[in-house]
């Protein structure tokens, strides 16, 4: 069973950066897509960015230009570095293979990122 740990959140102001990172426990990350999603208070989670095994990248159009995912398979770490904070981008952040739900590993216990001034 693949563990997953994100960490790296915390309280930051409006136009801040934060990182982010997701360990795992085995090397899985070269393997597979692996994704970040996140959760504000009352909504569904939604996607982030993700960054498939071929290296290639993807952003949710309100994060684009503002956060990087990026990989270290040699860790089995995942990051996202997050700039240009928001209080929208407010939420408990984690990390998840890229696949059906059916599909995806067990959900870790997220890391909390609050944008206020």
């Known amino acids: 069973q693949v563990q997953l740990v994100e960490s790296g959140g915390g309280l930051v102001q409006p136009g801040g950066s934060l990182r982010l990172s997701c360990a795992a426990s085995?090397?899985?990350?070269?393997?597979?897509?692996v994704g970040w999603y996140r959760q504000a208070p009352g909504k569904q989670r939604e996607f982030v960015a993700l960054?498939?095994?071929?290296?290639?990248?993807t952003y949710a159009d309100s994060v684009k230009g503002r956060f990087a995912i990026s990989r270290d398979n040699a860790k089995n770490t995942v990051y996202l570095q997050m700039n240009s904070l928001k209080p929208e981008d407010t939420a408990v952040y984690y990390c998840?293979?890229?696949?059906?739900?059916?599909?995806?590993?067990?959900w870790g216990q997220g890391t909390q990122v609050t944008v206020s001034s």
């Open positions: 998840n293979k890229v696949a059906p739900t059916a599909f995806q590993w067990s």
């Open positions: 085995g090397s899985i990350f070269s393997i597979n897509a």
């Open positions: 960054f498939t095994s071929g290296g290639m990248t």
